[in-house]
């Protein structure tokens, strides 16, 4: 079975300074890992992805997570918020059995203060 | 790019109106999902289509069906539209294959008076 858990409902940073959004998973399955972004009243947009090849992904925007599988985490970073990162993220697992099941994450909205 | 785009972005219809939701996918992708997103519940899946006249229920299909006769378009019918289908609407599309990356239109949000 698969789950994801988002650790924070709400995250608040300075403008400039580093975001950390957090995400747990399991699986009973090699994982395929995804970060999107939304914005007030628009559909949700790719991030990045893991798909078991490198264990740090970059995508885009700055953004990077690392796959750590012994913690079974897939952490969001960025060294420096900017004001238009102010958005909800979702972190997505899906399992790669064959089946076309995705779960999402319950979000976490980044606040990015002036 | 993916570009997958959605019929219309805000949608009124009154109660007991068959209403249809549109998504176009420029991607040539076999997979295409329709999910509505609520506050609190997140994104629930409704239908997934695998392949052209293909369709699978999601987790919460009822009072949904779905027609997918051209493999770049999926709609999603609303049969008798109530109130308390007032949601926003999220149409995906995947390339073949699972634990593939979703690409996600604009959104309809969509109102039932």
């Known amino acids: 079975a698969q789950s994801v858990t988002q650790l924070d409902s709400h995250v608040s940073v300075s403008e400039g300074t580093p975001v950390l959004l957090r995400c747990n998973y399991s699986?009973?399955?090699?994982?395929?890992l995804f970060w999107y972004v939304q914005h007030p009243n628009k559909g949700l947009q790719l991030l990045l992805k893991?798909?078991?090849?490198?264990?740090l992904v970059k995508g885009i925007n700055g953004f990077e997570a690392e796959f750590k599988k012994s913690e079974t985490s897939f952490h969001l970073t960025k060294p420096s918020a900017h004001m238009s990162d102010a958005a909800e993220y979702f972190c997505?697992?899906?399992?790669?059995?064959?089946?076309?099941?995705?779960?999402f994450g319950t979000g976490t909205r980044l606040k990015v203060l002036a | 790019d993916v570009k997958v785009t959605q019929s219309s972005r805000y949608l009124v219809k009154r109660t007991g109106e068959k209403v249809f939701l549109e998504c176009v996918q420029d991607?040539?992708?076999?997979?295409m999902f329709w999910y509505r997103q609520d506050p609190g519940l997140g994104l629930r899946l409704i239908y997934f289509?695998?392949?052209?006249?293909?369709?699978e229920k999601g987790d919460i299909p009822e009072g949904y069906s779905v027609s997918r006769e051209k493999k770049e378009r999926f709609s999603l019918i609303l049969e008798s539209a109530s109130t308390n289908q007032t949601s926003m609407y999220l149409c995906?599309?995947?390339?073949?294959?699972?634990?593939?990356?979703?690409?996600f239109g604009p959104g309809t949000r969509l109102l039932v008076l």
């Open positions: 991607m040539d992708h076999e997979n």
């Open positions: 289509s695998y392949d052209v006249k293909m369709k």
């Open positions: 893991y798909t078991s090849a490198a264990t």
């Open positions: 699986s009973s399955y090699s994982p395929s």
């Open positions: 997505v697992v899906s399992d790669n059995s064959g089946t076309y099941k995705y779960i």
């Open positions: 995906a599309s995947s390339a073949p294959g699972t634990g593939r990356a979703q690409y």
